[in-house]
């Protein structure tokens, strides 16, 4: 099982797409500093998340959303309606 989600930073007001086999494990990961992208926008909150059967299903949908570049496309996900 894999998951495609969509995180949440109040202080950065920016939203981040991934994916991953155990979200629980990856939102502690986006949460925890480490010198990386996702640092600045700790605390991480998550606003949705989908699940696939597969790997390349979560790819594809994950590289769907980020073609977009639009926040309103995710924020429409976010409601149910993407």
Do not use: C
């Not at 600045?40 to 979560?58: D, Q, Y």
């Amino acid at each position: 099982m894999y998951i495609v989600y969509i995180l949440f930073s109040r202080s950065l007001d920016r939203y981040y797409v991934g994916y991953t086999n155990s979200l629980e494990r990856r939102l502690s990961e986006h949460n925890r500093k480490k010198g990386k992208y996702t640092d600045a926008g700790i605390p991480w909150e998550l606003v949705s998340s989908e699940v696939f059967n597969s790997k390349s299903g979560a790819m594809v949908r994950e590289k769907l959303i980020k073609s977009k570049k639009s926040r309103k496309y995710i924020e429409a996900i976010i409601q149910g309606k993407g």
